[in-house]
């Protein structure tokens, strides 16, 4: 089993930055890719970005290239999503997500562990 646990969301005004960070415990060597995902109010759950565990390989959704980036520190077990020049649509409650295959990067469904979540919001 692994456990995941976010943190870094919060209110911010349009334009502005905020980190937010994933922490993950227990069998973290099965590990291949984390990744974010975000579900806005009535609308499905949708991959924002990616990074495989050992290589660094990362992906990203089209709608947030070149103002999010993710990273990871292996040492810590902990993969970052640094969200700049913020806008309202990205409004969401953010997920972190673990997979141990590696099968695809951007497909929700092949995720299994998943965190409780972290709730952003942009203010325009």
């Known amino acids: 089993q692994v456990q995941l646990v976010e943190s870094g969301g919060g209110l911010v005004q349009a334009g502005g930055s905020l980190r937010l960070s994933c922490a993950a415990s227990g069998r973290t060597f099965n590990i291949k890719v984390m990744g974010w995902f975000r579900q806005a109010p009535g609308k499905e759950r949708e991959f924002v970005a990616a990074?495989?565990?050992?290589?660094?390989?990362?992906s990203y959704a089209d709608s947030v290239k070149g103002r999010f980036t993710i990273s990871r520190d292996n040492a810590k077990n902990t993969v970052y999503l640094q969200m700049n020049s913020l806008k309202p649509e990205d409004t969401a409650v953010y997920y972190c997500?673990?997979?141990?295959?590696?099968?695809?990067?951007?497909?929700?469904?092949?995720?299994?562990?998943w965190g409780q979540g972290t709730q952003v919001t942009v203010s325009s």
């Open positions: 990074i495989t565990w050992s290589a660094g390989t990362t």
């Open positions: 997500a673990a997979d141990r295959f590696g099968a695809s990067m951007t497909q929700r469904v092949l995720y299994e562990y």
